[in-house]
């Protein structure tokens, strides 16, 4: 689901980069959200690519694949990321379909990024299917995540558009990972009372 004009500006905003670049990355590397050097990495829900940035530029990957649903961020984010050259593509469609979108096949990617993105698609279930179905043995999905507490509160529903059905709390999210293979263990942290998410799933060997 697209956002709203207010989300996009606030996405797009320099309060958003902090937090991504100073408070996100630094809770991703302490869970052990590493990257394998010269690994591939897939990024759900890119926006304008300032995470596929951060990610090209703080950890080891080789190359990036970046997706978003939203041509108008695709084709920002394809300005951004111009000069990283053959170590980043960034294409348009839905995390549920990643073999439509991208062609991927089982176990392609090392590492898949998911900053703030899989609130925002009514069938989120599918969009976990399709990261442990490309994930490799030993891969890790590293996310940040808004549950249905913070959606369910004024200034989200003021401000913002969300899916209304089957949102997910941090229990539920983390359960329908451990469904899918992916297990969390220790590195998980909630933030304001179950409103925020941010953690490291293996999946396993
Ligand atoms: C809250 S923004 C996060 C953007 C960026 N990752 C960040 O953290 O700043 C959510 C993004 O997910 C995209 N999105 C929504 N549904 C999607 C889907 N089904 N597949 C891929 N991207 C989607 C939106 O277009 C938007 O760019």
Redesign the pocket.
Known sequence: ???NGI?TML?NSLP?RWL?RFYELSVFRRLGGSVLAGGRVLE????AG??TQLILDNFEAGQVAA????PA?VTRARRRLAGYGERVRVSC????DLRGVLGADEDTYDTVFD???IH??PDWRA?LDEVSRVLKPGGAFVFDEVTAIALASRTYRLLFDHPEHDRFTAADFVSALADRGLHVGGRVRMHRGGRYLLGVARSRT
């Not at 997706?67 to 939203?70: A, C, E, K, Q, T």
């Not at 469609?93 to 549920?96: I, L």
């Open positions: 689901m697209l956002m989300e996405v958003r991504q759900l829900g890119c926006g300032y995470g997706i978003d649903l939203d961020m469609g839905s995390a549920t900053f703030a993105i925002h698609i969009a």
